[in-house]
């Protein structure tokens, strides 16, 4: 299970860390990603992080202002996402993979979403 959290609303070039818990696997055996779902469009691939950390990715609309980490010692991975846009404005999903490229494209298995609300 993946529980995401963190999510709310704040005003353009604010700051928000959210946050998703894993429980039942072990979560250090498995990369980490976020994604997200705007109203009216596609989920789409936001940032994700190999299962020890050492690499990461993140989609090119973000790059920059949102930086995604995780602790193995906690099951948790996190998105801090700074400078946030209008457009940022998205549920958030955290999900896992069996790799970094499986998270990026397909994930294995996805978590519950939370809302962000960026306003201008």
């Known amino acids: 299970q993946l529980q995401a959290s963190g999510g709310g609303l704040v005003q353009a070039e604010d700051s928000l860390r959210l946050s998703c ?4 696997r ?3 055996s498995y990369a980490m990603g976020w994604f997200r779902q705007a109203p009216g469009k596609e989920r789409v691939f936001v ?4 299962w020890g950390g050492g690499s990461t990715y993140y989609a090119d609309s973000v790059k920059g202002r949102f930086t995604i980490s995780r602790d193995n010692a906690k099951n948790t991975v996190y998105l801090q996402m700074n400078s946030l846009k209008p457009e940022d404005t998205a549920v958030y999903y955290c999900a896992l993979g069996v790799n970094i490229v499986v998270v990026r494209r397909t994930p294995n298995y996805w ?10």
């Open 21 to 24: 818990v894993a429980s039942g």
């Open 26 to 28: 072990t979560f250090s």
């Open 47 to 50: 940032a994700a992080i190999s």
């Open 111 to 120: 978590g519950q979403g939370t809302q962000v609300t960026v306003s201008s």
